[in-house]
């Protein structure tokens, strides 16, 4: 006990007597370690922000997207979506969704006008990284209330002639019968003079029938978006295949994989960066070891009176050791702190073009292994040294 | 308490000759004793000195430390008994560069143990108190003169309750009065603490302070008795060969060096 605290307090005391020298070697290793934290850190942050980006779009990496068309003349789109639910159903699949357009008559202040929405189930949103600007996405249970639920874009609040949804706005829809329906959340408008528009649940519209048919075209069917773990993607993508060929005899059954992209900057970036950290890591360890060697002298001087002392050839070589684990190790610390105020004084948000959903957390293990290597590079530099130090001969050290 | 016994030492020269430096001494220094050796320079004082304090090993003989035999100790064990026992003061003061007074006094107890260690501050400082430079704690030992560095080196010496303190020519560097000065505060501050003080000295004076006398000379220790410390003229018959007092040594010649297995 007493000897580790002793090696240390004498490693930080022979350090702090070199402070200047130590500290020009010691800041190549602290760049080193902050680059290798805060760059990981960072490219963590652009790749997660460009999977958000592309998941708002074409859903989380691993989603299954399943298409059914009738091959001959018109199908019976209900069917098609009762069979998709019973897929989702059968595979336990979380976060499943069907994705259709769907139109209604919507009783606006202004009259009653047909407006095209999305109609999709509650996963979606999950799915798609969807979070309403005001009010709240669906939830599960919104499927079995009597009335409906609606999400709209500000341009359908607008028309409503309500501010926000703060006031639980209700709208008349137009199905088989009059229903009132709740709007519990809004999204910001997609692009300026975006038509009103909304997305209702699919349990919603088929309840109530609140899909208008205006061209005579027949409702066309859904798609089916699956959200797995991506290790049952192959085995499930053939299942539901299958299953949907059999409870939808002629009918067209596409089952689209995700497209892998993000990870490949991830990887090749992160070489880069190994590689320049490293040759930080391996000139700040170098700064370190022509410290030790331009002080030999005084050094060997010092090492004598040292074991005069009474101090044992295994701490002299420990305590030597010790000063540059220290120092390299004091410098690593040093890097994640700065790699950390880095990162949280970046507006990351403006870089990126966007605000993340989920920020993913710091780098933990990048910070370790930063000052892993810290230390590593400074038991390197201290070997030598070290090693060097316990061959002192004391009679000669203190001789003069 | 310390014991040598027909101690020899010799060394192998880099052109592979034997250099004899102690032949065979003989030497018995017993608690709370002062005993002063002096010897022209290069006559193996300082040898002697390292052997007695642990930093060097006998070529031949025995040096029992407490009645048991030094032969057979690990370079551990020996280092921790340096550490317990002996206290060194060296001519050049040896002094941390860089370390403050007080941080210098307390290096040693960072090889200690236990109480010693916690407290090595409050510790150094008390000795620093004791030898006059209880105001000087936090400065630069390079900021000090000569007779205030040795002043540390004895706080230093004497900061783990050492019950040997070995003194390698402690007055060399100091003019006289300094040196007198100096030799008083050593003597003094063993003394109260029980401590046996071995001084190597080619200073007359200084070694009219011991109680004990012996002159080192062709490797052996020859016991001498003091005349009378108030007639100087009686110290160079003393000594015999050396030098008046005070007056540089070098230029004497070193121990025999003799071919490898030659007789001594
Ligand atoms: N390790 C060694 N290698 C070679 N010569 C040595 C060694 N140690 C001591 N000597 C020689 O032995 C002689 C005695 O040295 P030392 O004990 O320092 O004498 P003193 O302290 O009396 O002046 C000197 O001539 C010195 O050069
Ligand atoms: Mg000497």
């Given amino acids: 006990m007493t000897g580790l605290v002793g090696a240390l307090v004498e490693a930080w005391d022979e350090l702090r007597v070199h402070k200047l020298r130590v500290l020009l070697s010691l800041i190549g290793v602290a760049a080193a370690v902050t680059a290798i934290t805060g760059v990981t850190a960072a490219v963590g942050m652009l790749g997660q922000a460009m999977r958000e980006q592309t998941e708002r779009w074409s859903g989380r990496e691993t989603t299954l997207t399943v298409s059914a068309y009738p091959v001959t003349g018109s199908g019976d789109a209900a069917r098609a979506s009762e069979a998709m639910a019973d897929v989702v159903e059968r595979y336990s699949v979380a976060y499943a969704s069907r994705v259709g357009w769907g139109q209604m008559a919507v009783e606006l202040p202004g009259g009653t006008q047909i407006l095209s929405g999305q109609v999709v189930d509650p996963a979606y949103g999950v799915i798609h990284r969807i979070e309403p600007g005001q009010g709240r996405w669906f939830a599960p249970s919104d499927a079995d209330r009597l009335a409906p639920t609606l999400v709209v874009n500000q341009a359908f609040l607008d028309a409503l002639a309500v501010p926000d949804v703060s006031g639980h706005p209700t709208v008349v829809l137009q199905g088989r019968q009059g229903v009132l329906a709740e709007v519990v959340g809004a999204v910001p408008d997609q692009y300026p003079g975006e038509p009103p528009t909304y997305t209702v649940l699919t349990d919603q519209v088929e309840r109530w029938g609140l899909s208008v048919d205006p061209w005579g075209a027949g409702a066309s069917p859904p798609a089916l978006e699956l959200w797995v773990p991506p290790a049952d993607v192959p085995a499930l993508r053939d299942r539901v295949d299958q299953d949907l060929r059999a409870a939808l005899p002629g009918w067209q059954v596409d089952v689209t994989e995700p497209v892998g992209e993000a990870g490949v900057l991830d990887s090749a970036s992160r070489w880069v960066i190994i590689a320049v950290s490293g040759f930080a890591l391996l000139l700040g360890g170098l700064g370190l070891l022509n410290i030790a060697l331009v002080t030999v002298r005084q050094r060997i001087r010092e090492i004598g009176i040292r074991r005069s002392f009474g101090a044992t050839s295994g701490r002299v070589f420990f305590g030597v050791l010790l000063e540059s684990v220290v120092a390299t190790l004091v410098a690593g610390v040093v890097g994640v702190v700065l790699a950390v105020v880095a990162l949280d004084a970046l507006p990351v948000d403006r870089l990126l073009g966007t605000a993340l959903q989920d920020e993913p957390p710091f780098p933990v293990s990048a910070a370790l292994t930063g000052l892993a290597c810290a230390a590593g590079v400074g038991a390197l530099a201290g070997l030598l040294p070290a090693l060097w130090a316990v061959r002192v001969k004391v009679i000669d050290a203190i001789r003069y | ?264």
């Avoid at chain 2, 022209?40 to 006998?58: A, H, Q, V």
């Fill in chain 2, 1 to 264: 308490m310390l014991e040598l016994t027909d101690v020899t030492r010799s060394v192998r020269l880099a052109d592979d000759r034997v250099l004899h430096i102690l032949t065979g001494v003989t030497l018995r220094v017993d608690a709370g004793e002062h005993v002063a050796v002096v010897g022209r320079s290069g006559t193996g004082k300082s040898t002697l000195l390292n052997i007695l304090g642990l930093l060097d090993s006998p070529t031949g003989g025995e040096y029992l430390l407490d009645g048991a035999s030094t032969r057979r100790l690990s370079g551990r064990r020996r280092a921790r008994l340096r550490g317990e026992s002996f206290g060194f003061v060296f001519q050049q003061f040896n002094l941390l560069t860089g370390r403050t007074v007080l941080e210098n006094v307390a290096a040693p107890l960072l090889y200690a143990r236990g109480r010693q260690f916690w407290s090595r501050n409050r510790l150094a400082a008390e000795m620093l108190e004791r030898v006059g430079l209880g105001d000087r704690l936090e400065d630069m030992p390079d900021r000090l003169s000569g007779g205030e560095q040795q002043r540390v080196a004895i706080a230093r010496a004497l900061v783990r309750r050492p019950r040997v303190i070995l003194a390698d020519e402690p007055t060399g560097a100091l003019d006289v009065d300094t040196g007198t000065a100096v030799m008083t505060l050593l003597d003094d501050i063993a003394r109260e603490s029980g401590a046996a003080l071995v001084t190597i000295t080619h200073d007359l004076a200084v070694a009219a302070r011991s109680g004990r006398h012996y002159r080192l000379a062709d490797g052996v220790l020859v016991p001498v008795t003091l005349v009378s410390p108030d007639r100087p003229g009686s110290l160079a018959e003393w000594v015999g060969d050396v030098p008046t007092l005070g007056a540089s040594t070098d230029g004497a010649p070193a121990p025999r060096a003799v071919p490898a297995g030659g007789a001594p």
